[in-house]
């Protein structure tokens, strides 16, 4: 039996409301994860795109697409994020760049969404990872509605990122669970117990793969911090300095996208392009 289950997915995000919204101002280390991501962004969305942001959740990666195309469509598999997402956009003023927000399982979009419709498919956040065992499916999906030639930003959970920036919780688990976890890349209920965050975790070689399976070209691939994770401290003192926080995001960047760094953040980027 597979571990994938939609409905403990949709309830979850239900439940988690404004934390999804908030998560990335948490901390420094936080805001660094995000400005990584829009990097990428940045680069790989025009103007002229249409985009399909899939997992959008209450929209933070919304409104800066926003600043970049009027043409995007907003999908989630909680209704209750969704209801966020509009309410955000009201309220922050980029509800004219949406067309259309969707209620919908990103492992079954046919009925939903034509194939070769966008030209790029933002899949930010870890939907990937909520899918466990079904990425393959969720891969196809989206590839299908991308255009030849479009591009796919992933974002997934890290297994050694992850365990490197919750360390001291990770050796609170028994030695039989954590075995499992770092084998199998797994959070379940039968590893970490009931009522906790159930996702899938991925090595960067495993990711890579993945998505090669998927047919698609993988154009950079980089983990979402590493210089940075656990430096909460110092980053609040060096965040008040503009120059020396911009420079930290320079070298963030740049050392984030080194193969023996890939693994180092608590998520992995992966932009891809689907052949024409």
Known sequence: MGHYNADWVRQYYNEYGMKEWNRWEESPVERIKFFVHLHHLRNHVRSTDRVLEIGAGA????????????RIVVADISSGQLALNRQHAVEHGFADNVEDWMECDMCDLESTFDADT??????????????????HDAIAQLRRATKPGGKLLFGVM????????????????DIPSNREIVTTGNL??????????????????????????GSLEILTMSASNCLTTNWTELLAEVSEDSEKWLHLLEMEI???????????GSHMIAVCRKPA
């Open 59 to 70: 929209g933070r990666f919304t409104q800066q697409l926003a600043k970049i195309t009027d």
């Open 188 to 213: 379940t209920e039968r590893t970490v117990g009931p009522g906790r965050h159930y996702t899938h975790m991925y090595r960067a070689d495993e990711l890579r793969s993945t998505l090669e399976a």
């Open 158 to 173: 890290s297994l050694w990122g992850t365990i490197h920036q919750y360390f001291p919780g990770v050796l609170d688990i």
């Open 254 to 264: 740049e050392a984030s996208q080194q193969p023996g760094c890939l693994n180092a």
């Open 118 to 135: 966008f030209d790029v498919v933002v899949c930010y956040g870890g939907p990937l990872s909520y899918v466990f065992e079904r990425q």
